[in-house]
């Protein structure tokens, strides 16, 4: 990788006047390597040679590429999302279900006299039936997530895309430095707009997303932890009088709440995500202040200045993928906790 010399002091008017005029060539379209179509062709009249380098084969290739298996993860994706989800929710319901029934024939009399006799054999039935048949749902669409290889098939989507999006912008930048620093220039612009600037923004809205899905997961702990402690409370209360052992089935619904949320936060990995995205918003926004830095280089006639800033920004975003696909791959443990829980039913119905 060339070495990049840095420039104490912000870059004069000669160095930012000819970056001003590159960022305007290719200000027009969508930021991200979806819109370096478009980029071709609003910098044809500026920069012809770099117009030739964004339609050429190689770039061309993988972009298709990547937005080909950008689509296909996300796909993958929502599909494991929602099926998981789904799993995870009747596996809640059952356990509160498969609870309410335990209870019930623990402490009927006592619910009888508090409610009036409402607990009869038919409802125990009806609870048991719908018991089983969320547990069943739950068993079906846990197989049809890992049947079809959801979270591999994703992993391997996303890690495709994101090397093919590098490598773009990687060829973009190489190829613009061979040509001089007038190509250069635009190149940078292309790199800043395109690459740098459209991932700090990404990055900042999916942290966003998930500490919002954080602060959900936190909401469901929370409800789990106050209806644990009404459960408590309750049992102590029951063995003072005996007519109100009922409410310790706010315990058998917390502890059904409490391994949803806990499955949750294993599947989304909400918490980790957004501390990795973060820190890596952090590092490209120290990238983003030495745009005029790299622009003074290049028109003092150093254009591979804007090889050395490509990998300074390639680095980050690589070394974030590979920790995302690291992690992402222990979401395979929330799959492994819903079958357990599946299997506890499966044991409470026998």
Not at 240 to 266: D, L, S, T
Request: aromatic letters at 4%; a neutral charge; charged letters at 20%.
């Amino acid at each position: 990788m060339p070495e990049l010399n840095v420039v104490t002091g912000g870059a004069d008017s000669g160095a930012s006047s000819p970056l001003a005029a590159a960022q305007k060539a290719v200000a027009g379209g969508p930021p991200g390597i979806g819109g370096l179509e478009q980029a071709a062709s609003t910098v044809q009249g500026g920069c012809p040679e770099l117009a030739a380098i964004l339609r050429s084969t190689a770039v061309r290739t993988e972009l298709e590429l990547c937005l080909r298996q950008e689509a296909a993860a996300a796909e993958q994706q929502r599909r494991l999302m929602r099926e998981a989800t789904a799993a995870n929710v009747c596996l809640m319901l059952a356990g509160v279900l498969s609870g309410l029934v335990l209870v019930g024939a623990a402490s009927r009399d006592a619910i009888d006299a508090a409610w009036g006799g409402a607990i009869t054999n038919d409802t125990v039935l009806a609870l048991g039936t719908a018991t089983l048949a969320l547990g069943a749902l739950a068993a079906m669409f846990g197989h049809i997530a890992r049947d079809q290889d959801r979270l591999g098939r994703w992993l391997a989507r996303r890690a495709s895309a994101e090397l093919a999006r590098l490598t773009a912008f990687r060829a973009i930048a190489g190829e613009a430095a061979a040509r001089g620093p007038e190509v250069a220039m635009y190149g940078l612009a292309v790199i800043a707009r395109h690459l740098l600037h459209e991932q700090r923004a990404w990055l900042g809205a999916r942290a966003a997303q998930h500490r919002r899905s954080s602060e959900w997961t936190s909401i469901w702990g929370g409800v789990a932890t106050a209806l644990a402690f009404i459960g408590g409370s309750g049992a102590v209360i029951g063995g003072f009088e005996p007519g109100k052992a009922w409410v310790a089935i706010a315990g058998v619904i917390g502890a059904a709440v409490a391994a949803y949320a806990a499955n949750r936060e294993a599947l989304r990995r909400d918490r980790t995500n957004a501390d990795r995205y973060e820190k890596t918003q952090a590092v490209l926004d120290g990238l983003a202040a030495r745009d005029d830095t790299i622009a003074a280089e290049i028109a003092s006639g150093k254009p591979d200045a804007l090889v050395a800033f490509t990998e300074a920004v390639a680095e980050p975003l690589a070394a974030e993928h590979k920790a995302w696909l690291e992690d992402s791959a222990q979401a395979q443990s929330a799959l492994a906790k819903l079958d357990s829980r599946l299997q506890e039913l499966r044991g409470g119905a026998n």
